[in-house]
T-cell receptor, first 114, second 109 residues
Framework: GAVVSQHPSWVICKSGTSVKIECRSLDFQATTMFWYRQFPKQSLMLMATSNEGSKATYEQGVEKDKFLINHASLTLSTLTVTSAHPEDSSFYIC??????????FGDGTRLSIL | KNEVEQSPQNLTAQEGEFITINCSYSVGISALHWLQQHPGGGIVSLFMLSSGKKKHGRLIATINIQEKHSSLHITASHPRDSAVYICAGMETSGSRLTFGEGTQLTVNP
């Protein structure tokens, strides 16, 4: 079945650094990728939707300059958390789909900012 | 605004029990996903359905379009079924998902 790979699975870094998370569709071409954030004991919150070759559409309240999304190819999207601070610590999950596939989710990235 | 409501929030069962998780959704949602999230965080898509019933192993998902209600059933539950189960509605207008709050299932041996 369709597989989405997310990397890294866990990252710890100092406040002020930037962190890049990759999301790859391994056996299908993902025309659309989604980035979610999840706080403990809460459901997923959509941050942005990205279509290959175009700018991401951000949800209300999500800072586009803070969370940079690039979807340069049909199999790769990246989320960069710029100048990360402790309040950015969270669980980030991507998903990917094409016109034939429902959304398939990555395993998530646990981000801890010290 | 599209809404998805899920119940119960928490569910504890003994191994072997039949389990049902319910999901109600609003107008504007055309299909339902049932997702499973394990303690490590990874999410597995169990079913996507827009009508009728689907079965995979011990898992059964049903949807009633008129009542805007879906259920996930687990037969002969096992401790390895312990996870958070999430229903998510796919918006008619696009591919966005609206998520329920999740059901934390614990199956005790």
């Amino acid at each position: 079945g369709a597989v989405v790979s997310q990397h890294p699975s866990w990252v710890i870094c100092k406040s002020g650094t930037s962190v890049k998370i990759e999301c790859r569709s391994l056996d299908f071409q993902a025309t659309t990728m989604f980035w979610y954030r999840q706080f403990p004991k809460q459901s997923l919150m959509l941050m942005a939707t990205s279509n290959e070759g175009s700018k991401a559409t951000y949800e209300q309240g999500v800072e586009k300059d803070k969370f940079l999304i690039n979807h340069a190819s049909l199999t790769l999207s990246t989320l960069t958390v710029t100048s990360a601070h402790p309040e950015d610590s969270s669980f980030y999950i991507c998903s990917a789909r094409d016109v034939l596939q429902p959304q398939h989710f990555g395993d998530g990235t646990r981000l801890s900012i010290l | 605004k599209n809404e998805v409501e899920q119940s119960p929030q928490n569910l504890t069962a003994q191994e072997g029990e039949f389990i049902t998780i319910n999901c109600s959704y609003s107008v504007g949602i055309s299909a339902l996903h049932w997702l499973q999230q394990h303690p490590g965080g990874g999410i597995v898509s169990l079913f996507m359905l827009s009508s009728g019933k689907k079965k995979h192993g011990r898992l059964i998902a049903t949807i009633n379009i008129q009542e805007k209600h879906s259920s996930l059933h687990i037969t002969a539950s096992h401790p390895r079924d312990s996870a958070v189960y999430i229903c998510a509605g796919m918006e008619t207008s696009g591919s966005r998902l609206t998520f329920g709050e999740g059901t934390q299932l614990t199956v005790n041996p």
